[in-house]
């Protein structure tokens, strides 16, 4: 079943066949269907949807959305933040982000630097650094015109599928720049974040690099 998601058999947001049909494919028992398909339940690769079935997840709901962004409103419900594109364009791996992407120094990625509001107010410093030969035909009008999530549009037009992410946070002080375009003062606390990002195969396929004000927010996290 795996391997029918990765291979694109199964897109995004489609639906799988059911139950009854994947024994018959894969000859098991229905209840060894039912146990696999919890299990990519749980890893977030499929959705179940009572009385419809179970469908291929995308990056275009909501629920995927902010099961990437951890960062949280002290008050209120959670809401995508708006994004302001500062730069886009391709650039040569520096060393540490090649070996975050598993890619030789000096081979083609896709840098993206932005800023992400809540309310009108900057709230997130990033920069993301995306494998030029994954992402071949990315460019800077293209993530403009684009105006959802960008694992979105990731998935739709290069069908790659974000499937998990492994983050590592720390404390940090705004900078010069940061202050500048976080719109704070100078050596105010922000929170580090430095993700990298899989698709199917353990691939990574992004590193992202993320400063968050928590002013009026916090990073929140569930433990099972």
């Known amino acids: 079943m795996t391997q029918s998601l990765q291979s694109g058999e199964w897109r995004p947001g489609e639906l799988i066949p059911s139950e009854v049909e994947l024994a018959n494919r894969f000859k098991v028992s229905q209840g060894t269907v039912r146990k696999a398909i919890d299990e990519l339940s749980a890893e977030n690769l499929v959705v179940r949807r009572q009385g419809k079935g179970t469908f291929v997840a995308t990056h275009h709901e909501a629920r995927a959305q902010f099961r990437f962004l951890r960062l949280k409103p002290d008050v209120g419900v959670a809401q995508y933040p708006d994004n302001n594109i500062i730069e886009a364009k391709r650039l040569r791996a520096p060393a540490d ?46 993530v403009l015109q684009y105006k959802g999530p960008m694992y979105a549009l990731l998935e739709t037009e290069f069908g790659t599928q974000m499937i998990r ?44 690099r993320s400063l968050y004000v928590t002013n009026n927010h916090h990073y929140q996290n569930e433990l099972s």
């Open 165 to 208: 992410a492994v983050e590592s946070i720390r404390a940090v002080v705004a900078d010069q720049i940061a202050s500048g375009l976080l719109a704070v003062p100078l050596n105010t606390p922000l929170l580090s974040v430095n993700r990298v990002s899989y698709t199917y195969g353990d691939k990574a396929v992004e590193v992202r």
């Open 97 to 142: 982000i090649a070996r975050q992407l598993d890619i030789k120094n000096g081979d083609s990625v896709f840098f993206i630097k932005r800023i992400q509001s809540f309310d009108g107010a900057p709230t997130i410093l990033e920069e993301l650094w995306l494998p030029g030969l994954t992402f071949k035909g990315l460019s800077l009008e293209r």
